[in-house]
């Protein structure tokens, strides 16, 4: 069975992603670039799956070291996962990719920026806690 990951990161208010990108996309304050620098090494040598938005967005560079995928909403998660028995994987958004594969996430790696501006796309709290043990 595949090690199933999520890293991300979020705004204050759980800003995601706005028109395609990163929120705060182009920073060049040092806490974001070292955030993206970050990521490149966590998941260096692993496997890297997310939606078509996220997975455009991904440089060419990043291709070379990692094992990086397009998952599809017509793809049964556990299929994909399937595929990369005994690798580490990254579960790397967006949200409806998140909707669907949080309860399979074991480990998230979430980074808070110091961005509080707009966003079209944000971090779900209730991704962390998939279980059915909490009273109502
Ligand atoms: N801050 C961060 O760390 C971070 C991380 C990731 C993304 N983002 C941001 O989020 C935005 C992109 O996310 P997005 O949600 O708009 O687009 P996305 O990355 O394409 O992800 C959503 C799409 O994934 C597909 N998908 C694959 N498996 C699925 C499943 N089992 N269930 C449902 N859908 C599934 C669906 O497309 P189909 O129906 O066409 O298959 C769905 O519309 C960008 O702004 C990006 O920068 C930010």
């Given amino acids: 069975m595949a090690d199933v990951r999520c ?10 992603g706005l028109k395609g ?15 993206v620098e970050r990521f490149f090494d966590i998941t260096r040598g692993h496997v890297l799956i997310a939606g078509p938005k996220t997975i455009a967005s991904v440089p060419e560079f990043a ?9 599809r909403s017509h793809e ?14 990254f579960v790397g958004g967006g949200p409806p990719v998140w909707d669907i ?13 110091p961005y509080d501006g707009p966003a079209d796309r944000w971090f779900d709290p209730k991704w962390l806690l998939t279980g ?3 009273p109502l």
């Fill in 7 to 16: 890293i991300c990161a979020i705004g204050l208010s759980g800003q995601l």
């Fill in 101 to 113: 594969y949080a309860p399979l996430i074991m480990h998230w790696d979430i980074t808070r920026l």
């Fill in 63 to 71: 291709y070379a070291e990692r094992t990086i995928r397009a998952i």
């Fill in 21 to 35: 990108q990163l929120p705060w996309e182009g920073d060049p304050r040092p806490e974001f670039r070292a955030d």
């Fill in 132 to 134: 059915k043990g909490r």
């Fill in 76 to 89: 049964k998660p556990e299929d994909v996962l399937a595929e990369y028995q005994d690798r580490v994987v």
